[in-house]
């Protein structure tokens, strides 16, 4: 996604996860119309919707190692700034932010800086069985994330599963993880459940969740939103 007119370029690297990219994109097309950015805006990134959805990053993203040629050829086209749109690579953050060419509007800063916004002490995670037994790989320093039981995490880590498999959550499934949350909040004196599965915003909101949650994607749309618009109201 590259916007044209008003604000900054973003390059947004997505193809690990076609709907969640998908739903980034939306959610920042809706951002940039409410900041003001014109029809030019909104034309040049349904233009370049296909080829954002089609960039890939490599297979060694989830083993420590990331190209950097996308970000690169994000700036050939004219980007300022990048983000990538899922949580599960960022296990090599650390690698991406030395290799990228362009600044990263990073989700875990994104996300640590709403926890201490909302002065919550005490958070466990939602998302693949990776994110939540490393507490989204020690990127959040500071923070006392709670690790459910390991029965929990398998529950948690197979309905997140099917959600991205499958674009949407069962009855069955959203009870689930409801059930879950509400036990760490009762048992365990959680205050809020960080969404941090970017298909989960397509299944739970804040308003809608039944629990305190920390919707991750939300978060990382308004970082960069803020990025990208520095000088809106």
């Given at each position: 996604?590259?916007?044209?007119?008003?604000?900054?370029?973003?390059?947004?690297?997505?193809?690990?996860?076609?709907?969640?990219?998908i739903?980034?994109?939306r959610?920042?097309?809706?951002?940039?119309?409410?900041?003001?950015?014109?029809?030019?805006?909104?034309?040049?990134?349904?233009?370049?919707?296909?080829?954002?959805?089609?960039?890939?990053?490599?297979?060694?993203?989830?083993?420590?190692?990331?190209?950097?040629?996308?970000?690169?050829?994000?700036?050939g086209?004219?980007?300022?700034?990048?983000?990538?749109?899922?949580?599960?690579?960022?296990?090599?953050?650390?690698?991406?932010?030395?290799?990228?060419p362009?600044?990263?509007?990073?989700?875990?800063?994104a996300?640590?800086?709403?926890?201490?916004?909302?002065?919550?002490?005490?958070?466990?995670?939602?998302?693949?069985r990776?994110?939540?037994?490393t507490?989204?790989?020690?990127?959040?320093?500071?923070?006392?994330v709670?690790?459910?039981?390991?029965?929990?995490?398998?529950?948690?880590?197979?309905?997140?599963?099917?959600?991205?498999?499958?674009?949407?959550?069962?009855?069955?499934?959203?009870?689930?993880?409801?059930?879950i949350?509400?036990?760490?909040?009762?048992?365990?004196?959680?205050?809020?459940?960080?969404?941090?599965?970017?298909?989960?915003?397509?299944?739970?909101?804040?308003?809608?969740?039944?629990?305190?949650?920390?919707?991750?994607?939300?978060?990382?749309?308004?970082?960069?939103?803020?990025?990208?618009?520095?000088?809106?109201?």
């Open positions: 996604m590259e916007e044209e007119s008003a604000g900054r370029s973003l390059g947004l690297i997505g193809g690990l996860g076609v709907g969640a990219a739903h980034y994109y959610e920042l097309a809706r951002g940039a119309r409410g900041a003001g950015a014109g029809d030019a805006a909104r034309d040049g990134s349904r233009r370049r919707a296909a080829r954002a959805e089609g960039r890939r990053v490599g297979q060694q993203a989830r083993f420590g190692g990331v190209s950097g040629r996308h970000p690169a050829a994000a700036r086209r004219g980007a300022e700034i990048a983000a990538l749109p899922s949580v599960t690579p960022l296990i090599c953050a650390a690698e991406l932010v030395a290799l990228s362009l600044p990263l509007v990073s989700l875990p800063e996300i640590l800086r709403e926890i201490e916004r909302r002065n919550l002490r005490r958070v466990a995670l939602f998302g693949t990776f994110t939540i037994e507490a989204m790989f020690g990127q959040l320093p500071g923070v006392d709670v690790t459910p039981a390991a029965g929990e995490v398998d529950r948690i880590h197979e309905a997140y599963r099917e959600i991205v498999e499958t674009g949407r959550a069962s009855s069955e499934n959203a009870q689930l993880l409801r059930g949350a509400q036990t760490l909040c009762d048992r365990d004196g959680v205050q809020a459940i960080v969404l941090a599965g970017t298909d989960l915003a397509m299944v739970f909101n804040e308003a809608n969740a039944g629990f305190p949650c920390v919707d991750a994607t939300q978060v990382h749309v308004g970082a960069i939103m803020r990025a990208l618009f520095p000088n809106a109201a």
